[in-house]
């Protein structure tokens, strides 16, 4: 039993079944034995791996997006570039990298990041070292000063939520408690939640309430409607909102049982971006999308910039250019490419933004 798990069962048996959010913060932010707290999960010899890290091209495309951003914003002289969950610090050196030769940028620019890791600052301070000297935030709200383009890869999904389930009572809150035998079990709540969520649904249909990452892009999404700039936002999930349990556990690259093992193994959900927008358009900012990421990856010139790099590689190097390219714009159900989403809001009054100047494609599957 893990250190958390044992932690999870003496809260539960004392004060009682916890919410699914309050079960996933625990898991991920418990600040002696939570996931991200205490480990650098990406990589071969981690638990995942991220965008940034299969290719320098996704950053490099996302850093050319945030300077066409900074033009279109009239090129204030000072501005935050902010990334919220930044890992390894790898996208933000590849963005910084692409924008080295664009006058004025780097030097109006002040990077901030939004870290709770002690173990993932350290990390990103060696990544970063002689290309910025970042600013480390908490909580996004201390990083957005003045006009800010902000970036968050894989961040949404990690963010805690809420769950409910349709029964004959009607929706019924999901917790994490305890079975016969003290072990870590779903149930649900004994009584109804009115107002939880549409009064028809199918029976046993799950809805999710994703308070967290709404509460974050609003924040977002308000700022830059205010003092200028905009978010871009990319994580995996779907176009339309449904019902669903997308809850999930990885660990070392396979999925395991999210009850199984808290704290060693990294707990995300699927990504409402419908919603995500919705929560966006009423905190006053324009949105931009959701649209698949293979659709905005190459709309920016991905597959240029592959060909380019290719034409100086030896052939292990092409190759190895080529595979990276395949599994960023990856089709299919479960391919980078189209389950990966991305949505951009911004200040009201800038023009279209590059990457999402093509039709909202219908949801597939």
Known sequence: MTA?????????AEEGPIPISRFMALCLGHPRHGYYRTRDPFGAQGDFTTAPEISQMFGEMIGLWAAHLWQAMGTPSRFSLIE?????GTLMADMLRATRILPGFREALAVHLVETSPVLREIQASTLAGKAEPSWHERVETALEGPAIIVANELLDALPLDQFVMTEEGWRERFVGLDGEGRLAFGLAATASDGAGPATAPPGAILEQPLAALSLVSTVASHVARHGGGALLIDYGSLQSGFGDTLQAMRRHAFVDPLEEPGEAD??????????????LRAGAATHGPVRQADFLLALGLAERAQALSAKATPEQAASIGAAFDRLTARGETGMGDLFKVLAVSHPGLPPLPGFDLHRLPEQG
């Open 4 to 12: 958390l798990k044992a932690e999870l069962v003496r809260l539960i």
């Open 84 to 88: 919220i969950g930044p890992g390894r």
């Open 267 to 280: 707990l995300t959900v699927h990504v409402d971006f419908a919603r995500m927008a919705q929560a966006a």
